[in-house]
């Protein structure tokens, strides 16, 4: 068996990660990600059993990723607003630092490969799922599906980040995000939100 290499792993994943962005998982093969990363096939498979297990690992690394930038100085007891506020300004870093794993991550989340995988850390389920109970209980936000409380809370910033990173808004106008719009469109999810 030959020794793994730190260089030749990073390689592969980023590489991978590059090819599912521009082209999907349909087009993605073992045999092109190893032309991709000038690498053999038979060594990708020093690192990874077979693709399931590629994309798999690459999901929960790239999660990683995002919950320990999302939890970044937050916590669970912080004030609704206050929590609320720092998780759309700490995934809004996350995004502009790594749009190509935001991008892989929201391609994965809408494939089918989703339904074999958890959706986030333990770690970061809990700490959103304490959030939101503290903030419930101390009646700052209404109580609501976790399904109601994610599009209200979050349908917002997610649709302002697609926008700016298309650079393109309604009707194909030119759209750059600031930290202006973003509050304002916070304001309204904040006044929303509210029992």
Do not use: C
Not at 5 to 19: F, L, N, W, Y
Not at 46 to 73: G, M, P, S, T
Not at 105 to 112: G, L
Request: a positive charge; hydrophobic letters at 45%.
């Amino acid at each position: 068996m030959r020794p793994r290499d730190e260089q030749k792993e990073a390689t592969i994943r980023e590489k991978a990660i590059e090819m599912i962005v521009q082209e999907g998982f349909d087009g993605f093969s073992m045999q092109k990600l190893a032309k991709a990363a000038g690498l053999s096939a038979s060594t990708i498979y020093i690192y990874f059993k077979n693709r399931e297990d590629l994309l798999r690992q690459l999901y929960l690394a790239v999660d990683e990723v995002f919950a320990r930038e999302a939890l970044r100085h937050f916590d669970p007891a912080m004030p609704f607003e206050d929590g609320l506020w720092l998780q759309w300004k700490n995934r809004y870093r996350y995004i502009l630092k790594h749009p190509l794993y935001f991008h892989f991550s929201e391609q994965f989340r809408n494939s089918p490969l989703i339904r074999q995988q958890d959706l986030h850390t333990p770690a970061f389920r809990s700490a959103m799922q304490q959030f939101v109970r503290n903030a419930v209980q101390r009646k700052e936000v209404a109580e609501l599906p976790a399904e109601v409380f994610w599009a209200a809370a979050y349908g917002p910033f997610y649709i302002l980040v697609q926008f700016h990173l298309q650079q393109s808004g309604m009707g194909g106008k030119p759209f750059s995000l600031s930290e202006q719009k973003l509050k304002q469109a916070f304001q309204l999810v904040i006044k929303a939100l509210r029992p």
